[in-house]
């Protein structure tokens, strides 16, 4: 196997991907998002803060746009947990149509927790969006968003996907349905928007397509684990898929890792040395405003003299010549392909950690430091929770 085992847990894995996004559509549905959180706070919104960490600010970029789109006149922006928590100023006027929304699926983390605690205490409409509803922040929210994530039997990193994936279409669902209170978008509309995520998963997922872009992968790690490091490069909703992909590498290959977007990587990034030594990656979906932009750089990306991998919905020739090109299905709207687009580089660095011999996390076990809440060494759940007013 040219040095390096073969192994299809990812693969396998995301099987059962189009049912389980199929279930969180059956689950969320408009009378479920009503009975959470009333109509008429929702079309009284003004102004919407959503925030969380890792994955879940990954999910919130994921739908920045069209959470914009569906709360037409009200200021949305998508924040840093730890901006929420210690540094945004919240307007003193009405905070009764101030909406923060906060996703952790755990609910334990003392920024989450925090930045919930500080938004209910200037008067905001508080949602948690979370897997456990008895958990800190739920505790501390208005309301409370639940979203169940079935367990896998047996462990494969993919299952570590989910909970992204659940994000992805809970921020969806939930603007879907503020978009038809507050009469931006109409039902019919929404209805075909959520047919088109489950039939874009369904796509991508699709047995052929898995099995090509698995090969691709695989033969591409053979010589990409040997790279210093990986940089990762979007615009838009492509940037956060850049953005959860920068993550699983971390999580997956223990990788030096950089990110940025398609602007801005030709101000800093571009200048980086030893750059045949690194693999490049940049997410370039034909729907996503900045494309052409993207395109432009991934030009400059090969033109000095980068290892660049491009995981597109464009054809091949769209790009530079000598890039490679991992074409899968793209969605008709942006803001679905990142239910699914992150697929490709998924599966490369899985294949990047099994070459380098690289347990996900540097090991699940007690024995991993990382993991340890004693000793100061992981502060997730521990770190002291202020109130900055």
Not at 90 to 96: C, G, M, N, T
Not at 168 to 178: D, K, Q, R, S, Y
Not at 241 to 264: I, M, P, Q, V, W
Not at 278 to 304: D, N, P, W
Request: charged residues 20%; hydrophobic residues 40%; aromatic residues 10%.
């Amino acid at each position: 196997m040219k040095g390096m085992e073969r192994d299809n847990n990812v693969k396998t894995g995301l099987k059962d991907y189009p049912e389980f996004v199929q279930g969180l559509m059956d689950k969320l549905t408009d009378d479920v998002m009503s009975r959470i959180i009333p109509d008429e706070i929702l079309k009284n919104i003004r102004h919407v803060v959503v925030t969380g960490n890792g994955d879940s600010y990954a999910a919130s970029l994921a739908t920045k746009e069209i959470g914009s789109r569906m709360f037409l006149e009200a200021d949305y922006q998508v924040l840093r947990c730890i901006d929420v928590s210690r540094h945004h100023v919240f307007s003193p006027e009405h905070p009764e149509q101030t909406l923060v929304v906060v996703i952790s699926v755990s609910g334990g983390g003392s920024r989450v927790i925090e930045a919930m605690k500080r938004a209910a205490a200037k008067g905001c409409i508080t949602l948690a969006i979370t897997g456990n509803p008895k958990s800190g922040l739920a505790q501390e929210a208005g309301h409370v968003l639940q979203i169940e994530i079935p367990k896998g039997t047996g462990f494969s990193p993919v299952f570590q996907t989910r909970t992204y994936v659940a994000a992805v279409c809970t921020t969806l669902l939930m603007a879907l349905h503020a978009g038809q209170i507050r009469g931006t978008i109409t039902a019919e509309r929404a209805d075909e928007i959520r047919k088109e995520a489950v039939g874009y998963v369904s796509a991508v997922c699709n047995d052929n397509i898995l099995t090509q872009v698995d090969c691709q992968m695989f033969e591409l790690a053979q010589t990409w684990r040997n790279y210093l490091g990986f940089g990762f490069v979007g615009g838009g909703s492509d940037f956060a898929t850049a953005y959860f992909a920068t993550a699983k590498f971390f999580e997956l290959c223990g990788s030096l890792n950089c990110l940025n977007d398609s602007e801005d990587w030709c101000h800093i990034d571009y200048f980086q040395t030893k750059r045949d030594q690194l693999g490049t990656i940049a997410v370039a979906f034909r729907e996503c405003a900045s494309f052409s932009r993207t395109v432009e750089t991934i030009a400059s990306m090969q033109k000095s003299n980068r290892n660049v991998l491009v995981v597109t919905d464009a054809e091949p020739e769209t790009f530079y010549p000598g890039v490679t090109v991992c074409r899968i299905p793209g969605a008709k709207d942006d803001f679905v392909n990142p239910l699914a687009n992150f697929i490709p580089l998924f599966m490369l660095g899985n294949y990047i950690a099994i070459g380098r011999n690289y347990e996900y996390f540097g090991g699940m076990d007690a024995s991993n430091p990382l993991f340890s809440q004693e000793g100061g060494i992981n502060t997730i759940k521990t770190s002291k929770i202020e109130y900055v007013d």
